[in-house]
């Protein structure tokens, strides 16, 4: 049997949940923070994909804005979802495959990262080709990880 | 009887509807979007206040990380209190003293941005005089206009 001396099992403890659990109060809020930065995230995507899709005219300054927003929200949601928070729309192989959901979100993150870059380049074209890079690295992860 | 070409009309509408619901493909959406921006925030928030008030350990560096979301989010919800998106926890006092709620959402933007630089000087004393601070910006708009 290994003994440990209270104070440094308390530290190893604390060394492992801080990053995700230890943030939320409750298993809830993380399930409801999550879900609230990613759709904070989607309404901002969804704005530049108006003007990459053409469904409304294209504003140079206005895509920098939501694009800027959209790579913010992109790097939020991934702390929620520790030990302990399943639920959701997530499924249960977000908290067995860790490696590739970090993967995915690593790949999203970076995509957004790109989407400010493209934005700020002001052409149409520019924000089409990594809108739709973008909306893939998205998709990808929901296919394997969101239940529908 | 004033008459506009169509064009000039559309153009009108436009320029009155754009920084608000309009950004929204529903009413639906602007709340739930404004109710996740504020909740984002809210937990961010509340890890700062955590720090202020002791009951976690006083860290500098994720002070500042938390303090930085805080005044991203609290740029957020504004535009989603529209014309036409009455309800959520907005009292009707929202779209009817337009002018104060305004007052409450500069003050408490311009408090979260005072957060930031007392996060980023290092001291828990800084801390705690500005999230006091930024919380009663927070509170003095919710005893006016939110339903408790």
Redesign the interface.
């Known amino acids: 049997m290994i003994r440990l001396a209270p104070f440094a099992l308390a530290a190893a403890c604390a060394a492992i949940s801080l990053p995700a659990a230890a943030?939320?109060?409750k298993p809830e809020?993380a399930i409801?923070?999550r879900?609230?930065?990613l759709?904070?995230m989607g309404?901002h995507f969804?704005?530049v994909g108006a003007m990459a899709n053409g469904r409304i005219p294209y504003d140079a300054a206005a895509a920098s804005a939501n694009a800027e927003?959209v790579a913010?929200m992109a790097r939020?949601p991934w702390t929620a979802f520790g030990a302990g928070t399943e639920g959701g729309k997530g499924k249960p192989e977000v908290w067995k495959e860790t490696a590739k959901f970090k993967e995915h979100q690593d790949k999203m993150v970076a995509e957004t990262g790109k989407l400010v870059v493209a934005a700020k380049a002001g052409t149409i074209d520019a924000l089409k080709a990594q809108f739709g890079a973008t909306a893939s690295s998205c998709k990808a992860c929901h296919d394997s990880f969101r239940n529908q």
Request: glycine letters at 0%.
């Open positions: 943030q939320f109060a809020d409801k923070y879900q609230s930065a759709f904070v309404q969804s704005r927003i913010e939020l």
